[in-house]
């Protein structure tokens, strides 16, 4: 038994009333005395005990020599959490620890109401639990007074770093007094958490427990090795196999959450999901589910389930791989803890093994590589549970004896065991039919090679057409599972598979061929609307057409066909063609001085794109003076008048730029224009010179359309208005 002799009375007590016989290596660190002032940066295991290392840490500092606390007034310690699950679970740790002690508890988290929060902080509090955000609103509002701040506890502060929690970590570090304690436990120590450590701590005590650097003893690592498509079966095997008091499977997604908490209730597994979109009543609820036994299965993300402490949790399912090392060491630490064992197990995909071995290596974790348990091992398993139940190896009461003579006599021991392991499997859900695995090796290890085929020759064998072949892009890739899912066969019970151009033909084994057929149905249909038809014997492999006759090799020592001629001795190397003449645009002629006009410029692009003025004579051909380019050439000058000017020249500008007004148009108006007998709406307005104005008619305008209408349309003003209807007849 670990001698406490420097553990305050109080907590002592507290620890013994809680049967705690030894403590854990980061407990009995918090006892060393020059620990007892100092400002802490602890990193240790999740799991490990941290929330009762600092309970104990803290006590000579709020409670010094005296055996109880002071009446509450204001708070002298304030535990910081990421979540607010980890926050309630810290209150009822202290609650315990501290209840010799006679403290009052306070917790301020997110999703309460936050004016019974201010109510309590009002009555008194010695410690205050909450998480970064609330805790900051209370001190922003003045309801949560930090003068008597004697030390601040920052629990999980990786965690809360990773979460954007730094500035209001800050604010609460920067808003209590500077004559404080200052404790951070993490379970890693990244730069973020060196960095804040190194400002608002003073000669800050790096204490790491010994089990940091190894792998948690208490885990049993497993790392499955499935199919893609056979996660979640994985998943349900692997709950079956183990059966645990309580497990928690994590998921990277809350949608991942919700799917697989159906599947799961519809499998008839008691689970409860835990999610950021849930409220806090929904999730106190769900934890209360676990831990009355309710429940056994929980479904959650990491940030939801980030240091939860749930009782007797033997099972941890990762049914998405975590992201990093710290991801993995948080998730595997909600299970063996204080002692306890537990099992860890990854559902590693095909494509992510890899992945998975260097993830384990980071985290310096060695898992045991194998298959998830099969259909045939859960079953095994389920009848070695019943046989070890601890009921058969209780006496019979009294109450009881009757009943089993009754039993005995009417139906045998036989048929009574019979019933007693039927009831035994009907309370269980089925487990699931996974995918063959290839071969597991060591983490780091090639694959071995594949062993050559042993292709077996089926006996009895039955032939079947398909009605597809090679025309409708038919595969046995994707044939074969077809096959074995349509007929509830396994790809062994299969054999040639023959593909032609408009059918194919498929070999089953002829002990398997009437459970084919039966379960294809009458319709003789399976998917993709694809006819199977029965064969009488074995269908004859359509013969190969014949090759075409090889024509004959040339014949020995033929030159080759290319190759160059010779010449004969003394003849000319020059080709005996005439020169041909060269035409005049080809022929070098004389400098004589200046830039010869370029004729091989390229098109342009754009021809109204902004460049550089040409020359009056550097016109495209065709194109006119005034004309091209427009910017470059002043317009060509109008007529002349009568004595040799320009039309209008002898005016003075301003009468030259007034414009006269035209006169309404007096000749034949085309049908349908108004005129000046149209009204204009919105009462009259000046009309611009040159235009009538019109005159309001005598009499208003017919309605457009027939029926009563208003007194301001009707030609009385009477309301009966408009146009009267003909009577019939």
Known sequence: MTSRTD?????DRALTKRGYDALTPVQESMLAPELRDADLLVSAQTGSGKTVAFGISLAPTLMGEEDRLPRAETPLAIVIAPTRELALQVERELAWLYAEAGAQIATCVGGMNMMTERRTLQRGAHIVVGTPGRLRDHIERGSLNLTSIRAVVLDEADEMLDLGFRDDLEFILDAAPDQRRTLMFSATVPSGIANLAKRYQTKAVRVTTAGEQKQHLDIEYRALSVAPNDRENAVINVLRFYDAKNAIVFCSTRA??????ARFSNRGFAVV???GELSQNERSHALQALRDGRAKVCVATDVAARGLDLPDLELVIHADLPKSPETLLHRSGRTGRAGRKGVSAMIVPY?????TERLLSDARISAAWARPPSAEEILARDD???LADPHFEAEIGEDEADMVKALLERHGPEKVAAALMRAHRAGRSAPEELIENGPVTAPGGTYPERAPRDHVALQNAVWFSLSLGRKQSAEPRWLLP??????????AEIGSIRILDLETHVEISGDSAAKFEASIGPSRKIEKNITVTRLEGVPQAPARAPRPPRPPRAAEGAGAPYAPRERAAGAST????PERPKPDYAKKRPFTGGKSKRNDRPPRDDVYADRKPGAPDDLPA?????VWPYDDIPPAPGPAGPDGKKAGADKPAAARKEKRAAKPYSGDKPKGFAGDKTKPKGGKRERPDGKPEFKPRDKPAKAHRKGPSTGAVSGKGDGTGGLKRKPKG
């Open 273 to 275: 999901a835990l999610s």
């Open 622 to 626: 065709g194109a006119k003076p005034g």
């Open 7 to 11: 553990i305050h009375s109080a907590i």
């Open 384 to 386: 070695e549970r019943l």
């Open 256 to 261: 991942t959450v919700n799917h697989l908490t």
């Open 351 to 355: 494509n992510a093994r890899r992945r």
């Open 574 to 577: 020059e080709s005996a063609r």
């Open 482 to 491: 077809m096959l074995c899912r349509a007929g509830h066969i396994t790809k």
